[in-house]
């Protein structure tokens, strides 16, 4: 700010009171138009700086050139699929950050030398060498499921993870009951008529009325719920918190009653997190204490099913149908059984999808790591032993960043 003050004396700077300097001063920092230079500087390699303007009426006019830091840039890799429009977004946003699209391509080179990461890695990574190197400050996951880097070295670091839970909960509760109502109406046996050109009646069921159990009320499951009320079922859940029971949910029960939900539902929602406590714990104790007739849906993760016992409960009818949208392998295997079960209704993992979903994301991201930077609380900060955001934590949505933006 020196350097400002005496490149501008000749505006007649040392005649103006000292308040008003310093407000001048300020409106024309905020203000400023920043042009962030790499390579060599004043005649020095590997610097970075900052070129500081404002804009008057006829011309652009060059106050200082800055040094910021004696190192490059710190680096913000992205690992989801953004456009140009994304990456001028970023760089708009977080000025003083080098924006690096690596892309799945290019994300496990670049992973290491990254000082923040927004994304989600769907190819193998060493997260282990990036805690290592000591770069890592931030990990924005693009996903509200986190088993993709909440691996033991990120668990036992200091480094703040967040996910997008909440994020796409529209989308996930419109693909929750596209699924149950695909089931519910044997929409898989009719697809399959349709390609022999069969017009022929089957038995369908019924929605109305049905006790629903949603086996985790975070984001997600708060909003299946709110879907699901208008159409009087009996709705109740269970969730690691079970605090804050919404007026659309009867009861809201701890984790450990899974199997009494189990026995009280026709249909059991999956919307739970994927930790190690989760994994495979729908097996076949839970089926058995499903009600015969009744349906599983699951928009949660592949893992948090025994997929043997899924098959094993479908074949034998006690389970009357299933809609799946995760798997526990992905893509799901050509010669699984679930593809020739009659009442099985599997997507490939879309239930976040959305037109909007990388605008949403990019919004989103920019905005927590502005507020990282500046110091603020973070949104969807995960407890990392739990593997979601705890309850206190500010959850997002959609409304809420595109006001904060």
């Known amino acids: 700010m020196a350097e400002a003050r005496r490149d501008i004396q000749s505006l007649g700077w040392e005649h103006t ?31 970075s700086a900052t070129i500081l303007a404002f804009l008057l009426p006829e011309h652009m006019m060059v106050i200082s050139v800055k040094y910021i830091s004696r190192r490059p840039m710190e680096k913000l890799v992205l690992c989801y699929p953004v456009k140009k429009k994304h990456l001028e ?46 770069h890592l400050k931030m ?4 996903a509200a499921g986190l088993d ?21 909960a529209n989308q996930v509760a419109e693909q929750t009951l596209a699924l149950l109502y695909g089931v519910v109406r044997s929409l898989p046996t009719f697809f399959r008529q349709g390609l022999n050109r069969e017009f022929v009646r089957r038995p369908t069921d019924d929605l109305h009325g049905k006790r629903v159990g949603i086996v985790g009320l975070g984001g ?27 007026e659309n949910v009867a009861e809201l029960w701890e984790a450990e009653r899974l199997v009494e939900l189990a026995s009280r539902s026709d249909v059991l929602i999956l919307a739970l997190p994927l930790n190690m406590s989760t994994r495979r714990i729908i097996g076949s104790e839970v089926f058995a204490a499903m009600p015969k007739g009744s349906y599983l849906i699951n928009v949660a993760r592949g893992q948090v099913v025994d997929e043997t016992e899924l098959v094993n409960a479908l074949q034998s009818g006690h389970l009357a149908g299933a809609g799946l949208d995760v798997t526990e392998s992905e893509p799901l295997q050509t010669d699984s059984p679930l593809w020739g079960i009659p009442n099985v209704l599997i997507t490939p993992h879309v239930g976040a999808q959305s037109r909007s979903r990388v605008d949403d994301s990019t919004r989103f991201a920019c905005t927590n790591l502005r507020r990282f930077l500046d110091g603020k609380p973070l949104w969807n900060q995960v407890d990392k032993r739990l593997g979601f955001p705890h309850p206190e934590v500010m959850y997002c949505n959609q409304e809420e960043i595109k006001q904060s933006s």
Request: proline share 6%.
């Open 220 to 246: 997600n499951g708060r909003r299946i719920a709110e879907l699901l009320a208008p159409l009087r079922n009996t709705i109740r859940a269970t969730d690691f918190f079970p605090t804050n029971k919404p």
């Open 17 to 47: 009171p000292e308040m008003l300097r310093e407000h001048v001063l300020k409106v024309l920092w905020h203000n400023a138009r920043f042009l962030s230079v790499r390579g060599t500087v004043a005649g020095k390699r590997n610097e």
């Open 148 to 168: 993709h880097c909440l691996v033991p070295s990120v668990i036992a670091s200091d480094i703040p993870v967040c996910s997008a839970s909440g994020l796409f």
């Open 139 to 142: 990990i924005q996951s693009s």
């Open 89 to 134: 977004q970023y760089r708009q946003a977080l000025p003083e950050l080098e924006v690096i699209n690596a892309g799945q391509e290019g994300i496990a080179d670049a992973l290491s030398e990254a000082d923040y990461f927004v994304g989600h890695a769907k190819v193998p990574v060493d997260w282990d060498l990036a805690v290592q190197h000591g």
